[in-house]
Structure formats: C-alpha cells, structure tokens
C-alpha cells in the first residue's frame, strides 16, 4: 500500500462501460491504474442511483485491485458491514450523512477496512476537525456529488485540500488526501500542487482514446 506522499490514480468505474465490468477493471488495471472507485448512491443523499453491495461483490471477482467504495448514501452506519463483507478495501463516508460519524468510523476500523471520510463543496473543512486522527483517508469532493462529468470546482474546493494538508502535518497524521470529480490531465496538476495525493477520475480515463497514456499523464 502507497504512502500518503505517493500518487494514487483511482479510475471511477461509474464512467466505465458497466455491460463489459471485468474487462473495464482489467483496462483500468493494465492503463496503470492504482485503485478501482466505486461510487455507491442511493437516490437519497444524491439524486441519483447506481449501485449497490451485489454489484461491488461482482467486481470484487473480477480484480484483485484496491477497492475504495465511495458512499453517497443517507445512512452509512446501517449499510458499511455490506460493503465489507462484499470486498471493499476502503469505504468512505460522508460527514454530512445522518449518522454517528466517529462511531462509523471506528466500526469500519474495527472490521478490518480502511476508512475514509468525505466533504462536498458545500460542507466547511472545520466539520471534519473532530474525526482527523480516526481515518485513513480525506476525500475533498471537487464537484457536487452524484454524477460523473461535471467541472472541477477549484475556488471552492482547493482551499479545503491545503486545510487538509496543513492540519495533517500540524497533527503529525498520515490520512491520504483524496480528490474526485472533474479530475483530467490539466486539474489533477492544480489538487496535487494544494496537497491531494489520490486522484479520481472517471470520464478523463475511461474516454481516454489512450488510456495508458492518460494514467501516465495524470502520475506525471
Ligand atoms: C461523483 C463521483 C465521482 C465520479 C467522478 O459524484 O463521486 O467519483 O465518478 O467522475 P468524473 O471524473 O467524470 O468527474
Ligand atoms: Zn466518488
């Protein structure tokens, strides 16, 4: 597993072809590819719907690659031990979700997962000062969770990446920074330049004419 001062590229499957799955993991995994991200939405905290445990089970068969299962749901708490259970590596919840953020978190830890905790655009950093030393991973949300494609917004988002990187140094921690949404050759330069270590990018990679060489790109 890479440190958090290690690029990390982590193809969204939500902008692969779902009908071809293994064969778009195995793309993913021979362009270069570090992580697999797996956007889980459930038509309540986003609206928008994708997938569920059964689906993360499915690619869990196909890759032995690193899952890291974004949830965008309402109640992280009740639905975690499912993901876990199907094969995600790291789950990631949002702070915003109704739910015991801490006690999550510990549940994920205690099962053996990594764990990570997300902000949308919207959230200020201060509502992840509490939870800092309990996670593996910081993802700041670079568009407005819920769907693919949307443009990187750097006025609202970047200042929230260095309050990551400065707290983690201030506090001796070693949480990965993680940026997702809107991330192409050209944005992954300005989230990396403010601290962030993980790079999501779904409709960047996968629509790649040359996806190789846009994960090259993206690690450069
Ligand atoms: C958005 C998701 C992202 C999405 C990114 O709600 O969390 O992971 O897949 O897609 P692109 O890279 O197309 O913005
Ligand atoms: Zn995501």
Request: hydrophobic share 40%.
């Amino acid at each position: 597993m890479k440190d958090c001062t290690q690029r990390i590229i982590a193809p969204s499957i939500l902008a692969a072809d779902w009908s071809q799955v293994a064969n778009e993991a195995q793309r993913a995994k021979d362009a270069g590819g570090d992580w697999l991200h797996l956007d889980v939405m459930d038509g309540h905290f986003v609206d928008n719907i994708s997938f569920g445990p059964t689906y993360v089970e499915a690619v869990r068969r196909t890759t032995d690659q690193y899952l890291d299962v974004h949830l965008m749901i309402t109640r992280p708490d009740h639905f975690f031990p499912r993901f876990i259970k199907a094969g995600a590596d790291n789950i990631t919840v949002h702070v915003e979700s109704d739910h015991d953020v801490a006690s999550t978190l510990s549940g994920i830890r205690k099962a053996g997962c990594h764990c990570g905790l997300a902000l949308s655009p919207d959230t200020p950093f201060e509502h992840m000062l509490p939870y800092l030393d309990q996670i593996d991973l910081l993802l700041v949300m670079t568009v407005r969770p819920g769907y693919g494609g949307q443009a990187f917004m750097d006025k609202e988002t970047m200042p929230k990446v260095e309050q990551a990187l400065a707290q983690r140094e201030q506090l001796g921690l070693s949480y990965h920074i993680e940026v997702d949404g809107g991330i192409d050759i050209k944005t992954v330069q300005t989230a990396a330049r403010h601290g962030a270590n993980v790079m999501v990018a779904g409709t960047s990679l996968f629509s790649a004419p040359d996806m190789p060489a846009a994960v090259t790109a993206m690690r450069d």
